[in-house]
């Protein structure tokens, strides 16, 4: 049996016998009375603990956290599931960086979205406000009607009230005018909430062409306005062969006219009588003095109209007034 440090073989024999140096221990005695040590004697060395220090952690206690996920390898589903993590962080910060170098095309893309729904807005009002019963056609106005009866006109015009304004049927109300031969032209206002106004140019007489025994009262156009069985005063009377000047420009009576149409108004209401067999033969009558003026073609008239008007200052008593050469003129 291994004997423990500091055991005294001598001491040992001597057990029997009450020694005092064997009985006391060797921190009790004297130091003069200790026995010197033979060799080399080693002592127990004692171990004093205490409540207050903890023992320190040894890597073994590390190892044994309650944390899994240390000092173990992560399996493919976390690896993924932190992939994902990763891949989704990246994508918000791309996304916010994105947001903060294309804040000022946002901007102005919404101005511009902004303005086109204003647009919209206001496009889509004014098309259901225009086709709204609120607009309707509820009075017809005529303006510019002197021969022709207004109300006549306006009553006419009567089928389309109770449309939009916005609806109404132009060919219909084209084809309601052309009943109104006096009409040269018109043009069609739309007064909301309820009211068309249609302005017209009516035909102006020029002259009178004989029909068997009833005088016809015509425009430049020969478009016939009135007939009666005398002949209208004031008018001259046109004895031109030819079609109207707007369907034959070469024609007697669009050259007579266009003749009539270049005349002072003094001088006009002093023919008689006007003929033009052919466009370059036009002359007429003065119905005070009956003297005769020889127009010719009805070209340069607006200088012929002046050189007549010198010639009947200058010579009122002439029987013949030749203007057809407006550089050389005649008379006698």
Do not use: C
């Not at 130091?31 to 903890?54: D, L, N, S």
């Not at 309601?176 to 007064?191: K, M, N, Q, V």
Request: charge should be positive; avoid cysteine; hydrophobic fraction near 45%.
């Amino acid at each position: 049996m291994k004997r423990p440090q500091g055991f005294d073989r001598s001491a040992a024999g001597r057990a029997g016998a009450p020694d005092p140096a064997v009985v006391a221990p060797p921190e009790a005695r004297p130091a003069q009375e200790r026995p010197a040590a033979v060799g080399t004697v080693t002592e127990p060395i004692p171990i004093v603990r205490t409540t207050a220090q903890k023992p320190a952690e040894t890597p073994t206690a590390a190892l044994s956290s309650p944390d899994p996920s240390i000092g173990r390898v992560p399996s493919n589903r976390e690896i993924s599931r932190a992939l994902r993590a990763a891949r989704a962080e990246r994508k918000r910060v791309e996304r916010g960086e994105v947001r903060r170098f294309t804040k000022r095309s946002r901007h102005r893309r919404m101005l511009w979205l902004g303005s086109a729904g204003v647009v919209v807005a206001l496009v889509l009002g004014v098309v259901l406000v225009g086709l709204s019963p609120l607009l309707a056609l509820r009075h017809v106005e005529v303006v510019g009607a002197s021969r022709l009866d207004a109300s006549a006109l306006a009553k006419k015009l009567g089928d389309q009230v109770g449309t939009p304004l916005a609806l109404l049927d132009q060919a219909e109300i084209s084809s309601d005018l052309a009943g109104f031969p006096l009409i040269r032209s018109y043009t069609l206002e739309s007064r909301p909430p309820d009211t068309l106004v249609v302005r017209i140019v009516e035909r102006q007489p020029i002259g009178v062409i004989q029909q068997g025994s009833a005088f016809v009262l015509v425009d430049e156009a020969k478009v016939p306005i009135s007939s009666t069985a005398a002949r209208p005063a004031g008018y001259p009377l046109i004895a031109a062969t030819g079609a109207a000047a707007d369907a034959n420009a070469d024609s007697g009576f669009a050259a007579a006219s266009s003749v009539l149409a270049s005349l002072p108004a003094d001088v006009l209401a002093r023919v008689d009588t006007i003929s033009a067999k052919t466009k370059d033969d036009v002359s007429f009558t003065l119905r005070d003095s009956g003297a005769t003026v020889v127009w010719g073609s009805a070209e340069d008239s607006a200088l012929k109209a002046a050189d007549l008007t010198a010639l009947l200052k200058g010579a009122p008593d002439a029987h013949r007034f030749d203007v057809s050469s407006p550089h050389s003129v005649t008379t006698g």
